[in-house]
């Protein structure tokens, strides 16, 4: 796809057109518009196809479990169960190996929903632990208005890309406390029924997740497990404040690379539309590599704040 087509285009629109049955099999390929990381999918962007698989409105939880690097412009298998009043979702490569593993649900009518967080554990089993979403509701993370340092941003992420025609040009902001900023959405964010693409929602959090991890690590990585509650559905229009409390960022006892984070996103009125909790996972030696390719977009003492070992 052309930059001229972007501009024809929304992002519910290039999701729904990357998928496609082939036979009783379903099929993702998700545009190069949805990047990351280099070469990667945004994870936003696969927790908004699961969504957008699972249809309707009102308050959902959206899981996903990042195996391995989700590859953008190739046809990956993608395989839904529907089950105890959730749609399972297995997006796999072309050799049959899960890269993300999640579902969507609804929460029950008696209060509010919990999330099943799934870890990996050394052992190669996993353990399950209970959250209540309530206590994120609650107490949600503060958010960042125009104060602070500027985050980096890069060329192509669908995120922060500067030059991405389909992206949301989000500019974060972080200090000693928050990292967050507020984003206006353009009219490519509109769905087809007035509503604000949920994709939005879930890329912000993610983002932002991304940052808290990487300021708290002082090392680059991924984010490997997500769990997104949307409230309800969003009226279009409204610009979008996100952010997540730098202290809240907690780093596991059992392994020392992963960081719990917790983030929220608000609208122009205060009204809580999404929260998050979404664990970073920080890869050895991977700063460097990542504060290479932001330094062909950003001075250097933006990338140095946040990877002050990586930039001289």
């Known amino acids: 796809m052309g930059t001229s087509d972007y501009r024809m285009a929304t992002t519910e629109s290039v999701l729904r057109r990357g998928l496609e049955r082939s036979g009783d099999e379903l099929i993702l390929t998700l545009d190069p518009a949805f990047q990351g990381l280099p070469d990667t999918a945004h994870g936003g962007s696969v927790l908004a196809v699961f969504h957008l698989l699972a249809g309707g409105n009102g308050r959902q939880t959206v899981r996903g479990i990042y195996r391995k690097r989700v590859p953008l412009g190739v046809p990956l298998p993608l395989t839904t169960t529907l089950a105890d009043g959730a749609l399972a979702c297995n997006l796999l490569d072309a050799s049959n190996t899960t890269l993300?593993?999640?579902?969507?649900?609804?929460?029950?009518?008696?209060?509010?929903?919990?999330?099943?967080?799934?870890?990996?554990?050394?052992?190669?089993?996993?353990e399950e632990a209970t959250r209540d979403v309530a206590s994120v509701v609650e107490d949600s993370p503060p958010v960042l208005a125009d104060r602070g340092d500027p985050l980096p941003v890069s060329s192509t992420c669908f995120a922060c890309g500067v030059d991405n025609p389909l992206g949301l040009r989000v500019r974060l902001m972080h200090d000693d406390a928050v990292v967050g900023g507020t984003w206006q959405p353009r009219e490519g964010f509109r769905t087809?029924?007035?509503?604000?693409?949920p994709v939005a929602l879930t890329t912000l959090l993610d983002e932002t997740a991304f940052w808290l991890g990487a300021l708290a690590s002082g090392e680059s990585g991924m984010t490997t497990e997500l769990v997104v509650t949307l409230h309800d559905s969003v009226p279009f229009g409204s610009?979008?404040?996100?952010g997540g409390a730098r202290g809240r960022a907690r780093q596991r006892a059992d392994d020392p690379r992963y960081w719990d984070t917790e983030v929220a996103a608000r609208d122009e009125a205060g009204r809580l539309l999404a929260d998050a909790r979404i664990t970073f996972?920080?890869?050895?030696?991977?700063?460097?590599r990542l504060a290479a390719w932001l330094l062909t977009t950003n001075p250097p003492e933006i990338v140095r704040r946040v990877f002050p070992a990586s930039v001289r």
């Open 192 to 197: 087809a029924d007035g509503a604000l693409a």
């Open 281 to 288: 996972v920080a890869v050895r030696g991977s700063a460097r």
């Open 239 to 242: 610009a979008i404040t996100v």
């Open 100 to 126: 993300v593993e999640g579902h969507v649900r609804r929460p029950g009518p008696d209060g509010p929903s919990e999330t099943r967080v799934v870890r990996t554990v050394a052992s190669g089993g996993v």
